[in-house]
């Protein structure tokens, strides 16, 4: 890792390796590897989230289906 100091009004800025900026994970190799499987990664969670609801019977398919 190349380190580069910025000093904004006397306060230097500490440098990471990644961070997310507007929901992609930007990292200091510019790949994209791991903010693809971030994303996966976040979307299987969120389907499994709705596991329960998808099993409801008490639900309507066109309910389901919206959603």
Do not use: P
Not at 39 to 63: D, P
């Amino acid at each position: 890792m190349m380190t580069i100091k910025i000093k904004i009004e006397n306060t230097e800025i500490e440098q990471v390796s990644e961070f997310v900026y507007l929901g992609s994970l930007l990292t200091e190799d510019r790949k994209c590897k791991m903010d693809i499987m971030r994303c996966t990664g976040l979307a299987a969670a969120m389907f499994g989230k709705f596991n329960r609801l998808w099993r409801a019977k008490n639900i309507s398919q066109t309910t389901k289906i919206r959603l």
